[in-house]
Structure formats: structure tokens, C-alpha cells
């Protein structure tokens, strides 16, 4: 049984470039959420998915940044024209059900604009 | 003020040494997570609870609901336990997850 699962681990972007990060969550779970983690800084909530729909998203950056959960596939966070303050380590959390559940996290995905 | 404030931020031990790190927080919850991070990696999930105490292995976690704190213990202290330790707590009725700043403990054999 597979854990959350991230990629890429690493990711290094030019400034105006488009980043994609992608979480598969576990088996049996339909309620993801993204994290961003700022250099020094603690993890902030962005959005909160379940499948084909946003539930939550008052965390998400008002520009630039989406999420989505489709049907078949994993979640996706695009980040368009990526800036410097885009720089930060992005993780995905799954859970069952949506509430007093134990959340797992997945490895992070490290994101860099040069 | 943070929703959910740790403390210490820092903490240094001496193996063997007992270990307490305190979590308060400010909202309504329906559970509050203790979490650990090792540098450049992943985080994982250490305890979840709502009431009382939990226990595994040489952790101890405690929550108080009335006053809203909590406490991470570690007995015994190694070397492999230094980490950044996160207290986060989902407010009331929501799944997702407020954080704490994080204790980065450092234990020295």
C-alpha cells in the first residue's frame, strides 16, 4: 500500500516559467490538500480537494496559482510564471474522510526558480 | 499572534535526556497532530488526538482540552530522534491543518 506519492522531488524553474506539481494520494483516500513550507518559515494550508471538486481554498495565492483532483489521476498544483517568492518545498497530505482523521504526508516536492 | 504557538523554538539534549515540547493554540479544535520532519524530508504523522494521552514507543503525547495546550514528550533521547517537531491542529469541523512554527531539536550523543 503505496504512501502519498510525490514528483517530482525536485524541481528547478526559470522566473515566467510554469511549474507542475503532482500528488497521487493513498489507496482508498478522496480528500487531498497542499501545503507550502517558505524557507524558515512553518507549513501553510493553500487548498483542499476532493475529487472534481475545490472544496477549500482560501489559502491559494490569488494569482498564478490553481489545483485541481480529477476524476482519474492525481492532483495537480500549477503555479504560472513562476517568481523568486515561488521558491519553497510544496507537500501534498491525503486523508479518508475529510474530518478527525489522520492526515498522511507525502516527500514534498522542492521547488527552486532560478 | 500565531493560531498555534510552540515552544521551545530551539531545544539542544544530551542523550538519555527526557524531552517535553509545549503546543498551545488559540481556536476551536477537533484534533490536534504532532508531527516530525527530518531535514530536507518528508513529514510524518506521530500522534493524533482529541482527549487525553497516546503513547508509542518512547513518545508520550498529552492535550488538555480545557486549556488548550498540549505537550510532546520523549523519553530516553537519541540522536536519531533530532528532528523539527510541528504541533498542528484542524479547527473545528475542517480537515485541514493549522501549524505550529516547529521545535528543531538537536540531541547530542
Known amino acids: 500500500n503505496a504512501g502519498v506519492m510525490q514528483n517530482p522531488r525536485h524541481l528547478v524553474r526559470r522566473r515566467g516559467q510554469e511549474a507542475r506539481l503532482r500528488c497521487s494520494p493513498m489507496k482508498g483516500h478522496s480528500h487531498v490538500y497542499w501545503y507550502r513550507q517558505l524557507p524558515e518559515e512553518g507549513l501553510k494550508f493553500m487548498v483542499y480537494l476532493q475529487k472534481e471538486n475545490i472544496i477549500d481554498e482560501s489559502g491559494m495565492p490569488k494569482e498564478r496559482f490553481s489545483a485541481e483532483f480529477p476524476k482519474e489521476g492525481p492532483s495537480i498544483l500549477r503555479i504560472q510564471q513562476v517568481v523568486r517568492g515561488d521558491s519553497a518545498a510544496y507537500f501534498c497530505?491525503?486523508?479518508?474522510?475529510?474530518?478527525?482523521?489522520?492526515?498522511?504526508f507525502g516527500q514534498g516536492t522542492r521547488l527552486t526558480v532560478v | 499572534k500565531n493560531e498555534v504557538e510552540q515552544s521551545p523554538q530551539n531545544l539542544t539534549a544530551q542523550e538519555g535526556e527526557f524531552i517535553t515540547i509545549n503546543c498551545s493554540y488559540s481556536v476551536g479544535i477537533s484534533a490536534l497532530h504532532w508531527l516530525q520532519q527530518h531535514p530536507g524530508g518528508g513529514i510524518v504523522s506521530l500522534f493524533m488526538l482529541s482527549s487525553g494521552k497516546k503513547k508509542h514507543g518512547r513518545l508520550i503525547a498529552t492535550i488538555n482540552i480545557q486549556e488548550k495546550h498540549s505537550s510532546l514528550h520523549i523519553t530516553a533521547s537519541h540522536p536519531r530522534d533530532s528532528a523539527v517537531y510541528i504541533c498542528a491542529v484542524n479547527p473545528s469541523n475542517t480537515g485541514k491543518l493549522i501549524f505550529g512554527q516547529g521545535t528543531t531539536l538537536q540531541v547530542k550523543p
Open positions: 497530505a491525503s486523508s479518508r474522510t475529510g474530518v478527525n482523521t489522520e492526515a498522511f
